[in-house]
C-alpha cells in the first residue's frame, strides 16, 4: 500500500511538471527565441562590421582583445561560420561572402512589441550590444554591463518574470513538493537572485523545513539573501 502511495505520489509529480512545462514551453515562447535569434545574429554582425571582420581577407586573433571576451571573439567567428560568412583555416578565419548591415536597432524595437513577456531578456541583449567594442577591448568588465554600478534590477526581472529565463524556476515547485518532508535540509546550489525560493517559500513554510541553505559564487546573491 505504502509503495502504491509513493507510485500515486511521484506519478501526480510528474504530471505537474509536464503541464508546468506545457505551459512555459509554448508557441509564444518560441516566437521570443525566433528573436533572441535574430538579435543575436546581428549582434555578431555589429561586432564583424565594428572591428573590420567583413573587409580583412583573413582574420587572425587580434592584440587589443581582452582576455575575458575571448569566448564572446570566438562565439562571433562560430556564428559567421556556421551562417557561411566565414571559413576556419588552421589558425585564421577567411571570408567568404559580405555580411549584412546590422538592423538591430529596428529589431530591438519589434522585439519586446511582438513578444512583451521577454521584453527583460531583449533588455538585457539591448545592454550587451550597446557595451560590445567596450568589453571586446578591455575598457568594461562583463559585470559593469550585466550589473551597472552594482544594480540588480533587471537581473532579477529576467529570472524571476521573463518568459524566457523565469521559466526555468517554475519546473524546481512541483519536483520539491514531491520530495520534501516535515523538518527537511534543502540544499540550493547557484540560487541567484532567489527565483527559485520566492516560488517555493510558501511550501517550505508549510512543511516546516528545518534548512534551507542558499548558495552562489556571486557574493552579492548571497548577501542580498542573508538580508
Known sequence: MDDCRVGAQRRSGWLDVELTASRC?????????LHIDRLSAHFCFRVAHEFGLCEEAT???????????????????D???????????????????PCPADDSLRLYQEAPL???????IFELMKRCYDSAPAF????????????????????????RQDAV?????????PELADVLQKGARVLEVGAGVGAVLRRCLPMLKEREAAEYWFTDLGRLFVQRAER
Open 114 to 120: 511582438a513578444c512583451p513577456e521577454a521584453a527583460a
Open 165 to 173: 529565463m523565469s521559466i526555468y524556476a517554475d519546473l524546481v515547485p
Open 79 to 97: 556564428v559567421l561560420h556556421e551562417d557561411g560568412y566565414r571559413m576556419r583555416a588552421g589558425d585564421q578565419w577567411r571570408a567568404v561572402k
Open 136 to 159: 571586446l577591448t578591455g575598457k568594461q568588465t562583463g559585470v559593469s554591463v550585466i550589473f551597472p554600478r552594482g544594480d540588480l534590477c533587471l537581473w532579477e526581472r529576467v529570472h
Open 25 to 33: 514551453f509554448s508557441d509564444r515562447l518560441e516566437d521570443a527565441y
Open 59 to 77: 582574420i587572425e586573433r587580434p592584440a587589443w582583445l581582452a582576455p575575458e571576451a575571448e569566448y564572446l571573439w570566438r562565439y562571433v567567428l
